[in-house]
């Protein structure tokens, strides 16, 4: 099935993205097809799931989970490997698909599929880790002479729930962990990237993952809901905006969660950073994915000394960024994933300037292409400072004192990630401490991520971390084994 995706792909057909329920992959039903937002032709076509599609998959799943966990850690990580290398042999292809689907620049593309690689191969690594504890039960005088033992449990059924922005590498993220717990696993796919994600289930099927480990549907947010409901799930992995994360959640009842729910990022210039530098980082990051990234630089709180220097110098940077199709490697910026994203994120600009604010490049689009665009001086009430631009924007506003820019940065409803270019310790530790973020990057703009790394974030940025060693946590259950009268460490008792 991976041959044939990324085939159609390669000869800019239209690429049929098929679901899998029941062990089986499915080519047939009621379809919705995906426009590709820069070449303005449909792309794909997926078959949408049906309520008694929702219910056949969480029952199979349920029939399916014991046998998913009787596999080994090593036959789990050997499997994870070898998806691993094979995402890396099919990377170009890979990327071309998400051109198509998303406007993604080829070259941006294959550095998710670079990350896909190194997301599963460190799935492996954690499910050879996977073990568990021999507990100091006789450290209190009830325990003595007994022994207290945990593992570390699939969880069962789990439910990955992804976005359009990343779909490969969330969904490694998501499946590579749950699988090397040793659950069974449901996907529901974003709509404007189906034959993305049914390329990465291919390609963990193509590599050896047993057809019981995975069922892939495809169709609008009822089916998610649909899924969220099913008592058939223990636990949920669910990316992307807010309202939708508070209703996976009412959805979800006493189900395990991780959210990760999106921010406005902000990034700190301090007037001992290197101007040049940081304007060329966050110019850099700010647009890159057309600055669909839930930790795109959004936010850029410049000391007032410094701020036209920077203001002047990262205006020059994103000048030199070019922007059109994303199949052509030299493209720096894309199309967004849709007119209306595009649309939005000049209408926030615009109400910006005539807020006082001053657009010093961009405010145009070209359909779903929206062109670079620096706000500077927005008030503290504009939408592209409140709110998640998601979108090729970067608003640049002067600040005073730290105490004042951390406070400006807390005033966001979000918190996942923050950035700080500056060299001094005492204000990178009062920011780690202060910031009310889930992650900090020193001498780098907020966008920065390790795969191998936690993150997530605080208030209304979700709650439970990704990458795959944390998420084992919660994909997992603790069991406890006690053995009374046995200890290895006697009987006596104080």
Known sequence: MLDAILEAAAERAVVTAPARYAGDWVTEGPWAQRTGPYV????????????????????????????VAALSPAARAAILERAAGLASRRRDELAVLLALELGKPVRDGRGEIDRVADTLAVCAAEARQ?????????????????????????????????????????????????FAAGNTTIVKAPPQAPASSAAVVALLL????????????????????????????????????????????????????????????????????????AARVCARTGY??????????????????????????????????????????????????????????????????EAGAKITIGGTRDGATAAPTIVAHPPATASVVTQEVFGALVAVLPYDTFDEVIAACNASRYGLQAGLFTADITRIITAWRELEVGGLVVNGSSNFRLDHIPFGGVKASGFGRESPRWMLEDYTVVKTLLLRGISVFGGDTP
């Open 40 to 67: 303005r032709a449909v792309v794909s076509r997926a078959p949408q799931a049906s309520p008694a599609d929702v219910r056949r998959c969480a029952e199979y799943a349920r029939r399916s989970a014991r046998k």
């Open 206 to 277: 193509a590599a050896g993952m047993p057809a019981e480990a995975v069922q892939l549907l495809h169709g609008d947010g009822t089916v998610g809901a649909a899924l969220c409901e099913a008592e058939e799930v223990a636990v949920i992995s669910f990316t992307g905006g807010v309202a939708t994360g508070a209703a996976v959640a009412r959805a979800a009842g006493a189900k395990k969660l991780v959210l990760e729910l999106g921010g406005n990022a902000a990034t700190i210039v301090c007037e001992d950073a290197d101007i040049a530098a």
């Open 130 to 178: 996977l073990g568990g504890e021999l507990l100091p039960a006789a450290g209190w005088a009830r325990g003595v002479g007994n022994t207290a033992l945990t593992y570390r449990a699939p969880a069962g059924v789990a439910l990955a729930i992804t976005p359009f922005n990343a779909p490969a590498n969330l969904l490694a993220h998501k499946l590579g962990a749950s």
């Open 288 to 353: 890159s994915n057309s600055g669909q990234s839930c930790i795109s630089v959004q936010r850029v709180y410049v000391q007032r000394d410094r701020f036209e220097e920077f203001l002047d110098e990262f205006t020059r940077q994103v000048a030199t960024l070019r922007t059109g199709d994303p199949l052509d490697p030299a493209t720096d910026v894309g199309s967004m994933v849709d007119d209306e994203a595009a649309a939005r994120v000049v209408r926030w600009a615009e109400e910006a300037q």
